[in-house]
């Protein structure tokens, strides 16, 4: 999966809105929906504040696997 499909999954798996993640990470709506449609890439304090808001790591969300 890409970035963008697992920040809407993990997003969707914590019942969080679009709006709702943005607020939490003081961004716009729009900008949660680019990053998780693929057309943009977050910065990684945008990036490190959507693992934040979704209680995961930054590894699991750009699906790395770490032993």
């Known amino acids: 999966m890409t970035l963008g499909e697992n920040i809407r999954s993990k997003r969707l798996e914590y019942d969080i809105e679009?709006?709702?993640?943005?607020t939490r990470i003081g961004v716009t709506k729009a900008v949660?929906?680019?990053i998780e449609n693929g057309t943009r890439t977050p910065s990684v304090a945008v990036l490190v504040g959507i693992a934040d808001a979704l209680h995961c790591s930054v590894d699991e969300l750009?699906?790395?696997?770490?032993?």
């Open 18 to 22: 679009q709006q709702e993640l943005a």
């Open 32 to 34: 949660i929906c680019t």
């Open 62 to 67: 750009l699906g790395r696997k770490v032993s």
